[in-house]
């Protein structure tokens, strides 16, 4: 019953960085969700095969990569642990290659980025650190 006080509760629990992490991580959902429904829409106006199918492909990566976001988003807004080591384990595997990439990229992977640290600012450190200190003793126990 506890848990389930703190996973109902839990918004008015969490620091603010975790509260804009969970804005910020929403609406990067919401522009990942606008581009597969783009890809999508526009996999109809293709004539060529080729083209066709990768718009096809682009869209189900898209889609696929808004579900992924948007669950880690729905556990982070539960306050659990696990939405901020999906979040940062995306926007890193993401966020670096992108920078690294030039210019024209640097948009996106500023948001993903951007989306990390406010994840990993001193006030969330210490909200998810008892968290994490359990998960840790509950793996060293299943050695």
Partial sequence: MASQKRQLGAWQQLP???????????????????FAIA????????????????????GALL???????G??????????????TLLTTFGLIGGLPLLLRGPRLALPALGLLIGVVLLWLPASYRYFKPQAKAAAARRKGLR
């Fill in 39 to 58: 890809a999508f829409g526009n996999f109809a106006f293709i004539s060529t095969s080729l083209d066709r199918s990768g718009l096809l492909l682009l």
């Fill in 63 to 69: 889609a696929a990569l808004t579900l992924l976001i």
């Fill in 71 to 84: 669950w880690g988003t729905g556990r982070l807004w539960l306050g659990h642990v696990a939405g901020r």
């Fill in 16 to 34: 603010g960085t975790v509260k804009a992490g969970i804005w910020w991580w929403g609406a990067m959902t919401a522009i990942v969700a606008v």
